[in-house]
């Protein structure tokens, strides 16, 4: 029986700055949910800092992935605790299971952030109580799964040759080039001539161009990429249309993803070859299933992007990838690529993958003393009897 959902603000600075086309990130501003029931409390399992109960071991964990500032997506970081606190939690009653929130949550419009973080939480709960998987429960294939590596704007042509080296030394099997006008067509060239064309390289501009960049975006066709992540601004779709018919290189949707009926639209309007996944960005990985589930129904390769999680959101995100639909390699990095110490024990690159969490829900939980050391505030929001699931 769930007994209440704690709360948990961090902070966590990452190894190096990450540069987009739309800001620079130095570190994570992290919303943590644990939902927390009566079964096997263990005094020593962490909640020292903050004073909140033990954890037991079916309580269910959720990473928020939103940005502190609404860059990426309108959604940020206190706005999603806020409706969190106000809207969602409320809904959340001594037997709710993932599936019962994710129907009550329709009646809250927006918020899939927000949404993904308590419904993974749950989900993660209903599945230590059951001993079964996430990667099982969403239909994994693999064990492991190939891992690409992101590469932020960098300050010039050297440095960015000598960061794309180091990440081909260390085995990632996919290189990402962020990109934006002005920081395009130089960089991938760069990469290229250094490289080869056998290095499986893409580019992601987070929506940074227009339509009238068609002719410009054209030009790096020559490149052999395996694709250009999201040209356009998000609410663009059938910008994107226009320019899968003038661009050779497939054209991949991120941002302008957020439901699976969004998805069907795009595929339908000829707006994307290839879609980026993210549970976060469409509420939850029920959601992000169901998109799966539908790219394989029309062919349409899918792969499983980053937002720069912490070991809680990247198990997570590892069984997600681990579906057959997901034949790109994605950004699930290793957590070195980010973080000096993680919350969780450290997902480690092996032979160019990553080894996807076999134990009950997630797979992992945090480090109780290591994510006390990062811990700014933490509280439990108690759930009422007047809270049942529906």
Not at 257 to 262: A, D, G, P
């Amino acid at each position: 029986m769930i007994r209440g959902v704690e709360v948990r603000r961090a902070r966590i600075a990452l190894v190096s700055p990450f540069r987009t086309s739309f800001g620079t990130e130095t570190g994570r501003e992290l919303l943590y949910l644990r939902v927390a029931g009566d079964e096997g409390r263990d005094s020593a399992a962490g909640g020292g800092t903050a004073g909140v109960d033990a954890w037991g071991v079916a309580d269910g964990w959720g990473e928020c992935v939103a940005m502190s500032e609404p860059g990426y997506s309108s959604e940020y970081v206190d706005g999603c605790e806020d409706v969190l606190r106000r809207f969602l939690l409320p809904l959340v009653g001594p037997d709710t299971t993932a599936a019962a929130f994710h129907d009550a949550a329709r009646a809250v419009r927006g918020h899939a952030m927000a949404k993904a973080t308590l419904e993974t939480a749950l989900l993660d709960r209903d599945l230590r109580l059951a001993g079964t998987s996430l990667a099982a429960h969403l239909g994994a294939t693999r064990t492991r799964v190939p891992s690409g590596v992101s590469v932020g704007i960098q300050p010039d042509i050297p440095t960015l040759l000598r960061v794309v080296g180091a990440h081909l030394d260390e085995g990632y099997v996919r290189i990402k080039l962020k990109i934006e006008p002005g920081w395009d067509l130089e960089p991938v060239a760069a990469v290229r001539r250094e490289y080869g064309h056998d290095v499986p390289l893409q580019v992601d501009a987070n929506a940074a161009y227009t339509v009238a960049h068609a002719g410009h975006l054209a030009r790096l066709d020559d490149h052999g990429l395996l694709l250009i992540e999201q040209p356009l601004p998000e609410d663009d779709v059938w910008g994107h249309a226009v320019l899968a018919r003038t661009v050779r290189t497939p054209i991949c949707l991120d941002e302008s993803i957020t439901s699976l009926e969004v998805a069907r639209g795009a595929i339908e309007a000829g707006a994307c070859a290839i879609i980026n996944i993210k549970p976060g960005r469409v509420g939850g990985y029920l959601e992000a299933r169901r998109i799966h589930d539908l790219c394989v129904e029309r062919g349409v390769p899918v792969w499983c992007g980053g937002m720069l999680e912490t070991g809680v959101g990247r198990a997570a995100n590892l069984a997600l990838a681990a579906m057959p639909g997901f034949t790109l390699p994605g950004d699930t990095s290793a957590s070195a690529r980010y973080f000096a110490r993680d919350v969780t024990e450290p997902f480690v690159l092996r032979e160019g993958g990553i080894d996807v969490p076999q134990g009950p829900g997630i797979g992992v939980r945090p480090i109780p003393e290591v994510l006390d050391a990062i811990t700014e505030r933490s509280d439990m929001v108690r759930v009422g009897a007047n809270r049942a699931a529906r």
